[in-house]
């Protein structure tokens, strides 16, 4: 009897009998299985015995799909086993979610490992006559001389195709075998300043097994150099090494300069690959044949077989958590991994989570910190400006307009940062008070002027723009407040003659777009960059001195009690953008509430004293990371049976340990057409929430009322 797991939101695995014909699959091979009426991929998670249900009324699994050395390994289906039952999500869903999409494909299969040819003796003879009639078996034996190439780029290089290659070993002039990685002699880094030096010291002496280090450095300070260096020691040792990054931080810039400090390219896994490439990272994280990967969260789950060290960059972005389907908090499973390898990890950040400070300040994690920039640099002084009582132009004060003028005329450059895309977040009519709604959802239409569509952001919904109010017909439509197409527009406008280069997900769509505009910057020319927070992380631009914060007043009284903390890694992020290199940076920071006590401590005192600050508030209010939450979601088309569901599901727990709060509207009620509502669960224990989790959870699925609803727990849960 075969327990299998099959991508569909059901709990539990499935009891399937061993193929009619053939061995039996083991834990870990993929299998075709029947379920319902479809024909489905499962991975098979135990071999056993019994079962809860008559033979009569099982079926047959087909053969396994793959051969034995190629099963999910151990290690990792213990880790997904761990998934399913700490974030409660279905053990199929989790498996499939973790592992690469062809996984699902009865018909995907392993790419062949990387070949490369190599001329023999008698090639080198043959190279030494005239090519006579085969010409391009001597294009491709000239271009074997200087060494082994895998072929796809030998037949590049010697413009021919397979059959004159096939012809080629034939004859005995050249020979195929297994690639080995390709390496370059390792640029020399930086000396490391005296800091730094401390710090991978202190790592290093904490020895090869389980360790969670914090390295909680300012922007600028030189964390990447101390990974740089760790992870050489692992590559030295013959040992795989994944390094976590946010979303956007998977920048050319970052992987060549891995690239060539390490002299191995890294291979990279990420959701934007296609299935086969990521298939190809798969299997070459398995058979050994790289050492090095650099991938978004999902690369979390690449099956290494010979781990020795573990690091996420910009380990407090939002990005790390996963946010539907199988939600999960990849910074929690990543140090869940390395301890199960029983290998190091290290978290680099400028602005630790309240969560992991609270672990440092536990003992659990061992905190390295890096107060000073590793090029000198001192860090950037930020000045508060009270936009009460300042006219502005496109929502910048005339300080933040002579601010920019001043640098653009030392021939440096400024970054114009606001968290808004499109040219105005509302479009009203002057008239009437008409404004564009999202019918989808509880938001204002964004304003993209250029494009004459209005947009939702949370949506994606799109209409054209009006030319009049839709309403009362008046000519008297008009933006209220500023995105970053508006700064564009007028930032060009006062300062024409500057390049203005804006960064965001409509300005830069395609491939490349990002580092060619990246590499412009870094050339040093005057100019100004307006963006989104795809500016605010992670680059290095050395001319840049000012950095003009337009507003981040929509956090400081947010009913979300992560907000200020977002806030205040977000802030630090972007000023840390501002004089990396020799001249000193300014940040402007624009605001209607220069008095607010959270920003006063950002500001005056900086992130630690903020973070401190916070956590005391946090301790107060017996929020996270001083308890445990879970957040129990539902949707519908309609609010009554989802406000009927999180009642009764609310009713459905009389037991201990766990209080229930709610149902409440969530932040935004309605989005993409459905009306969503939650209940929080809290407990000050994380093992007594698990256990009345599960509990609870068998009484929701058997509500009869959960049938009309969509439903999913949310185990720590980011937003609300
Ligand atoms: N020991 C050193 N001596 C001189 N320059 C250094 C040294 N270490 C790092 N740098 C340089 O300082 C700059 C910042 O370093 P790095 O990118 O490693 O910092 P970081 O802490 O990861 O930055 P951030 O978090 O702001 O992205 C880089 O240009 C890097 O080359
Ligand atoms: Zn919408």
Redesign the pocket.
Known sequence: MLRVAVAVPLPGLFDYLPPKNGGVPQRGQRVQVRFGHRQLVGLVMAVGHGSRFPRSKLQHVGEAIDPIEQRVGEALLALLEWCSRYYKHAIGEVVFGALPPDFRKPTSRWPDPPTELSITGEGCERLAQPPGRARAQHRLLAALEHGPMPAPELLAAAETGRPSLAALIEAGWATEQPARPRRRDPSEG????AE?GQVLDAIRAAGEGFACHLID?V???????VYLRLVQDHLAAGQQVLVLVPEIGLTPQLLRRFETRLGVAPRVFHSGLSAGERMATWAAAARREAQLFVGTRSALFLPLTKAGLLVMD?SHDPSFKQQDGFRYAARDVAVKRAHDLDIPIVL?T?TPSLETLHNARAGRYHQHR?VT???GASPPAIRVVDLRTRRTEAGLCPDALAAIGETLARGEQALVFLNRRGYAPVLLCHECGWHARCRQCDANLTWHRAGRVLVCHHCEARERAPDVCPDCRADALQGAGEGTEQLEQALGRLFSGTPVYRVDRDAVRRKGELESLVETVRSGEPCLLVGTQMLAK?H?FPKVTLVVVVNIDQALYSADFRALERMGQMLVQVA?RAG?AQAPGTVILQTHHPDHDALRTLVEEGYPAFAGNQLDERRLAGLPPFAFQAVLRADAPDREPVRAFLQAARQAWQGRGMSLHGPFPAMMEKRAGRVRWYLLAQSEERPILQRALDNWLDAVRRLPTARQVRWAIDVDPQEF
Do not use: C, D, I
């Open positions: 930086p000396v490391l300043t730094q450095g922007t600028g300070s030189g964390k990447t150099e910009e680099g400028a890096l920039r590793a090029t992670g290095h840390g990396r």
